[in-house]
């Protein structure tokens, strides 16, 4: 019989992933990452309101070694994905620019 990996086994969401997700618009879907690795959620959680963290967070989870660590399904990746544009257009309805807004303003 095969043992469940860590990211099968229940993991509670915290409040603060589940306050997250009631603020998600409704084309943005976490369906996977609730149910494959909601550790996941809760990284994001943790960093959302700290732009250039949260920039590192998608970095790391899409672009990193092994992307954290984490056994992430191609599914879990594009919702991954899907939660990046959403927190680009909410730091863009912010008033924050990206770091190659910032450069592209200061060399003129």
């Not at 469940?4 to 409040?15: A, H, V």
């Not at 998600?24 to 943790?46: F, H, I, Q, T, Y």
């Not at 092994?66 to 257009?89: D, K, M, T």
């Amino acid at each position: 019989m095969l043992k469940p990996s860590p990211s099968q086994t229940l993991y509670p969401l915290s409040n603060q992933a589940a306050k997250l997700i009631s603020t998600l618009d409704s084309p943005v879907r976490v369906n996977v990452l609730r149910k494959e690795c909601p550790e996941v959620l809760d990284l994001l959680a943790r960093s959302w309101n700290d732009t250039e963290q949260l920039r590192r967070t998608f970095d790391s989870l899409l672009f990193g070694p092994r992307r954290s660590g984490l056994p992430l399904s191609f599914a879990a990746l594009l919702e991954i994905a899907g939660l990046q544009q959403f927190a680009l257009v909410q730091t863009q309805r912010r008033g924050a620019h990206c770091v190659w807004e910032n450069l592209l303003e200061s060399t003129y």
